[in-house]
T-cell receptor, first 114, second 117 residues
Framework: AQKVTQAQTEISVVEKEDVTLDCVYE???????LFWYKQPPSGELVFLIR??????QNEISGRYSWNFQKSTSSFNFTITASQVVDSAVYFC???????????FGGGTRLMVKP | GAGVSQSPSNKVTEKGKDVELRCDPI?????LYWYRQSLGQGLEFLIY????????KSGLPSDRFSAERTGGSVSTLTIQRTQQEDSAVYLC???????????????FGPGTRLTVL
């Protein structure tokens, strides 16, 4: 069975602080896909990034960066110099190669205060 | 181009009534997915379509739930004899297809908030 754990239910930071959102996953598959989605107050899930299990290269996109480590089954997400607009619930998700459903973590609510 | 759209955005109904929720996927996307988001259960997968076919219906919570897709495009999720525990946000997503690679990235709509009184 697949499982995604986001141990941090809620994080509060002050604007311009760096913040890391943790994601740990469990799967017996050797090929799988990991995702991060952002859910702002409007409710829509916005796709942020996808990572294949065979590609451990970390990625940076502007203020966002992702650290994928198969050895620890983690796919952590860092926001550098956070902004109020980053306030949202962030979900980590896992997809099997053979299946089509996304297994989501419980989400981390990030509050960035001015 | 346009994203995934869902209607209605909000639906309030009385216990025991039937409801229909609609999803319009991104144009050209052959795969369509339904999820439910509730406070107690988080984000749960319900069903997916490849074209008009739903190969796996095991995620539907009960036989009161059904879904169909016509013309490889619009999908309708129907809940019969609604119960209070059906109250949730129902999210629809679509992807280019179900193969490996970037094509199976799921893009979500804004959801339908269902409240059963």
């Amino acid at each position: 069975a697949q499982k995604v754990t986001q141990a941090q239910t809620e994080i509060s930071v002050v604007e311009k602080e760096d913040v890391t959102l943790d994601c740990v996953y469990e799967t017996r598959d050797t090929t799988y896909y990991l995702f991060w989605y952002k859910q702002p107050p409007s409710g829509e899930l916005v796709f942020l990034i996808r990572r294949n299990s065979f590609d451990e290269q970390n990625e940076i996109s502007g203020r966002y960066s992702w650290n994928f480590q198969k050895s620890t089954s983690s796919f952590n997400f860092t926001i550098t110099a956070s902004q109020v607009v980053d306030s949202a619930v962030y979900f980590c998700a896992l997809k099997r190669n053979a299946g089509n459903m996304l297994t989501f973590g419980g989400g981390t609510r990030l509050m960035v205060k001015p | 181009g346009a994203g995934v759209s869902q209607s209605p955005s909000n639906k309030v109904t009385e216990k025991g009534k039937d409801v229909e929720l609609r999803c319009d996927p991104i144009s050209g996307h052959t795969a369509l997915y339904w999820y439910r988001q509730s406070l107690g259960q988080g984000l749960e997968f319900l069903i997916y379509f490849q074209g008009n076919s739903a190969p796996d219906k095991s995620g539907l919570p009960s036989d009161r739930f059904s879904a169909e897709r016509t013309g490889g495009s619009v999908s309708t999720l129907t809940i019969q004899r609604t119960q209070q525990e059906d109250s949730a946000v129902y999210l629809c997503a679509s992807s280019l297809d179900i193969s490996g690679g970037l094509q199976n990235t799921q893009y979500f709509g804004p959801g339908t908030r269902l409240t059963v009184l």
